[in-house]
């Protein structure tokens, strides 16, 4: 089995639509995909009633949260299989999607002061419907020339956490993630968590602490760990107990990741949907 548990569509910032990413996965020779829009779950019904034949579906979010409180830095956390209609989780999902807008706004202002001439309108119409982020506001900055691929703006420079443009959100806590998401019956991992190139990173007495407080797993296998990172990753992950995953954080054409290519083990899949009473992978009918 091959299985990638960490895409984006339209209903976030990738730039399929859900329909057209499950069936790129189908074609990408992918068995198992999770659709893991930021902090919404409103791709799901339409990748549903597109998955194909031969392709299952493991409905998810990536969740921002904050490592710290207020002086802290984002970490972001998958959810795997939780009950989408749980209310307390869904409205914190709520609070986070509804700053999005005021700050890609704030953003857009800085890099107007920074003599930047990208315009709020734009970067809207590049969000669509979707929940409207700084992989929006990069992709309006290619357009006029200023970087040359979106992962350039997520620099000290531009985008990233500690950038000249940057702007905060409304983020959850990361142990109140664990504990929201267990209560709606899903699954916690934490996406890319030594990925230095985004910014600051949990330390491993972070991740033991996120351990002791239910989190499930770590995602090992990702484009922005190397090789030796891996290792380390999975050492930790051994001495906590926690699961590994693998996945490409699919963006469509707005990162190079392909689907699939970084999968993970059939048996740590299984163990997700073991430990999952939210909700259920749903099998591809044809659509």
Same mark, same amino acid.
């Given at each position: 089995m091959r299985i990638d548990l960490h895409t984006h569509s339209t209903a976030s910032?990738? #730039? @399929? #639509?859900?329909?057209? &990413?499950?069936r790129n996965a189908a074609a990408a020779g992918l068995d198992v995909v999770a659709l893991t829009d930021h902090d919404g779950v409103g791709g799901h019904a339409e990748a549903i009633a +597109? &998955?194909?034949?031969? /392709? #299952? &579906?493991? #409905?998810?979010? !990536?969740?921002?949260? %904050? &490592?710290?409180?207020?002086d802290g830095f984002s970490v972001h956390m998958l959810a795997y299989l939780f009950d989408p209609l749980e209310p307390e989780l869904a409205r914190e999902r709520d609070l986070v999607r509804d700053d999005r807008v005021p700050r890609a706004i704030a953003m857009v202002a800085k890099l107007n002061e920074l003599g930047v001439p990208v315009s709020w309108e734009r970067v809207a119409q590049i969000a669509g419907d979707g929940a409207v982020g700084r992989p929006h506001v990069a992709t309006a900055m290619v357009e006029l020339g200023v970087i040359d691929s979106v992962s350039d703006a997520?620099?000290? !420079?531009? /985008?990233a956490g500690d950038g000249r443009a940057f702007v905060e959100k409304h983020e959850l806590d990361p142990f109140d993630a664990i504990r929201l998401v267990k209560a709606a019956g899903g699954v916690t991992v934490l996406a890319h968590p030594f990925a230095l190139? %985004?910014?600051?990173? +949990?330390s491993?007495? +972070?991740i033991a602490e996120l351990a002791s407080a239910g989190l499930d797993g770590i995602e090992v296998d990702h484009m922005d760990h190397d090789a030796p990172t891996r290792a380390r990753l999975r050492g930790l992950a051994a001495d906590l107990s926690l699961l590994t995953t693998g996945s490409s @954080?699919?963006?469509g054409s707005r990162k190079t990741c392909a689907l699939g290519e970084f999968t993970t083990d059939p048996e740590i899949y299984g163990e997700i949907t073991r430990r999952a009473t939210g909700a259920f992978p749903v099998p591809g009918a044809g659509g």
């Open positions: 910032d990738g #730039t @399929d #639509t859900p329909a057209e &990413l499950v +597109a &998955l194909p034949a031969g /392709l #299952t &579906l493991v #409905t998810g979010a !990536e969740l921002s949260c %904050r &490592l710290g409180g207020p997520f620099t000290s !420079e531009w /985008l190139k %985004r910014g600051n990173c +949990a491993e007495s +972070a @954080d699919y963006h």
